[in-house]
């Protein structure tokens, strides 16, 4: 034997060695595989869940409602200009601050309308004297004309300087009232009973007339402004029945329609509504939630108790045909007033839920059968 054939031999004899071993290595992991497959081949337990009661939900015909949003206004609103040019001398009330009718805001001092006042004045007094001397002369030139020792003609001029007395003293009263009424500007007060929500000056400043100075609103009474998608333009009546919703203190009215103006606005496609609120102690600018019945429809209502919020996620234990307790996303949507929620999304009609003791219901877990 050569030293190419006996290199040869031993090259073969090498891989001889390595094939059993490479057989046995793959024997071994068949066999972990098929030991492993009896180990997890037997299904887990699932936890027993009791103490839920459950109901099927089926299909409901409820008032299909029209949702939108509103905000509140008093019924009674005042704007408090000036008549007068001057400046504000004093003024006595803040925004917030409650008034009564009649209660004094503010004083305007006014130069012109002073000096009027005092010529007014001067003249009354002058148109008053000469009124009484006409007087006093018209009864001493009446008793001379009884006695006959006056002419007709002179007791016709003493006549005549009475009425023109009395006259100019009656045009210098009518001026002096004047004067008095436009002093009375300088001096405004409330209108009504009400709150002062805007102040729009401070003392000092330059009361201009017509320029708004304060705003009051009455707390008697109000209402909600809200405005609805045109295609509902036609399908609102006057005192039709509106649920509103106050967020700020979580108040719910039952208010009607009073005004509907028809105009669409152009740009936001939606018309103006004024709903009346049979309310007080509300304020003005309050947020309203405003749920209008439009008609009827089919709904998924479930009650309160059935909702399951975990965090920030809404959801719904459901049960399938085999009594495995499922949780179920949910979308909700209004709130009726017997407790009963509405489902938009997440559930079928027909299917089984939990609808008390969610909190023993467990995801995953079958229902315990009796």
């Not at 891989?15 to 081949?41: D, M, N, T």
């Not at 004067?179 to 000056?201: E, H, S, W």
Request: hydrophobic content about 40%; glycine content about 8%.
């Amino acid at each position: 034997m050569n030293a190419k054939s006996i290199r040869t031999f031993q090259k073969r004899g090498s891989h001889s060695h390595i094939f059993p071993i490479f057989y046995f290595c793959i024997v071994l992991v068949l066999w972990g595989c098929q030991e492993g497959s009896k180990q997890g081949g037997a299904a887990p337990q699932r936890p027993v869940v009791t103490g839920v009661k459950m109901a099927i939900i089926v299909p409901s015909i409820v008032d299909d409602v029209y949702e939108t949003m509103g905000t509140v206004k008093a019924d009674r609103t005042s704007i408090i200009a000036s008549r007068i040019m001057g400046n504000v001398t004093a003024l006595f009330v803040n925004e917030g601050d409650p008034v009564k009718t009649g209660q004094l805001l503010m004083t305007i001092e006014s130069q012109d309308i002073a000096q009027k006042v005092r010529g007014a004045s001067m003249a009354l007094e002058t148109a008053k004297q000469h009124k009484a001397l006409a007087e006093t002369t018209w009864r001493r030139y009446q008793k001379i004309y009884e006695e006959k020792a006056l002419s007709q003609q002179e007791m016709d001029q003493v006549e005549t300087q009475k009425k023109v007395a009395v006259s100019e003293y009656e045009r210098a009263k009518a001026a002096f009232a004047e004067a008095m009424t436009f002093q009375g500007y300088a001096q405004i007060k409330a209108p009504f009973v009400g709150t002062v929500k805007d102040k729009r000056i401070q003392a000092g400043s330059m009361a201009v007339p017509g320029q708004p100075l304060l705003t009051i609103e009455s707390a008697a009474s109000f209402h909600v402004e809200s405005f609805i998608d045109e295609a509902l333009s036609g399908r609102l009546k006057r005192n039709m029945p509106v649920e509103i919703a106050i967020d700020a203190g979580g108040r719910q009215f039952r208010g009607v329609i009073r005004d509907i103006v028809t105009a669409v606005d152009p740009q936001s496609r939606t018309f103006l509504v004024k709903i009346g609120l049979p309310a007080e102690g509300l304020k003005s600018g309050l947020f309203a939630r405003v749920h209008i019945p439009v008609g009827k429809k089919e709904a998924l209502l479930v009650p309160e108790s059935a909702v399951a919020q975990k965090g920030q996620l809404t959801g719904i234990y459901t049960i399938n045909s085999g009594g495995v307790v499922i949780y179920r996303l949910v979308k909700t949507g209004r709130i009726y007033p017997d407790g009963r929620i509405e489902i938009l999304s997440g559930l079928l009609p027909n299917e089984q839920v939990i609808k008390e003791g969610v909190q023993n219901a467990i995801d995953g877990g079958i229902i315990q059968q009796n």
